[in-house]
């Protein structure tokens, strides 16, 4: 029955250490990479996605993208909204993966 909440999703341990070495090997390839000149600059975008699915486990991607756009790292950036909606894609997409990857785990 539908009660009009998002539904519950599994509990999920990030290790942030890993996902930060992740992302320093990859950001190179995202919007404005080359203008924030260093993962360190970038690492603050990034991380707003993971601090958004960590503090709002319920909320559904389209809310999520709107929290995240109002974190104070993103709009301090460099990108334009519609290149920070594509990093929080991408952030979000390999957090869903993992989540699904926990759930395979849980059902198995």
Not at 4 to 9: I, L
Not at 34 to 45: G, I, L, S
Request: aromatic fraction near 10%; proline fraction near 5%.
């Amino acid at each position: 029955m539908d009660n009009g909440q998002a539904p519950r999703r599994q509990a999920v341990v990030i290790d942030l250490d890993r996902e930060r070495e992740h992302w320093r090997q990859r950001y190179h390839a995202l919007p404005r990479a080359r203008a924030m000149r260093t993962f360190a600059r970038y690492w603050p975008v990034l991380c707003a996605a993971y601090d958004v699915y960590l503090n709002h486990p319920r909320a559904p991607r389209d809310e999520a993208e709107r929290l995240y756009l109002l974190r104070e790292d993103v709009a301090a950036s460099l990108l334009t909204e519609d290149e920070a909606r594509a990093v929080f894609e991408r952030a979000w997409a390999r957090l869903e993966d993992a989540a699904g990857v926990v759930d395979a785990v849980d059902t198995a």
